[in-house]
């Protein structure tokens, strides 16, 4: 099971991005779907998450400003960024929590997309 992110750049502030995660491989199911992000000299911070069923969470720095989505047919996260601020700049890493066709259970992490807000 392999996870593609996509969508990151460079983006002056007040401007927006659009994240995109593909999962793909031997998937029977999804559960969980997160974007975390780490920026320089930072810990890896959880900043939104979507179950299968539910309500999407978030940091409270976000809240207002990026919305979490995902298409379950395409298994697919999407993260919607707004009102980027500097202190946003990060690389950006979408986790899945998956269920294999052999019943296994992985925590699968993409590669990354680096996010710059600046001027």
């Known amino acids: 099971v392999q996870l593609q992110a996509s969508g990151g750049g460079l983006v002056q502030p007040g401007g927006s991005l659009r994240l995109s995660c593909a999962a793909s491989?031997?998937?029977?199911?999804?559960?969980?779907m997160n974007w975390y992000r780490q920026a320089p000299g930072k810990e890896r911070e959880l900043v939104a998450g979507i179950k299968s069923v539910g309500t999407p969470n978030y940091t409270d720095s976000v809240k207002g400003r990026f919305t979490i989505s995902r298409d379950n047919a395409k298994n697919t996260v999407y993260l919607q960024m707004n009102s980027l601020k500097p202190e946003d700049t990060a690389v950006y890493y979408c986790n899945a929590e998956v269920t294999t066709t052999r019943w296994r259970f992985l925590e699968v992490w993409g590669q990354g997309t680096k996010v710059t807000v600046s001027s």
């Open positions: 491989g031997s998937i029977f199911s999804i559960s969980a």
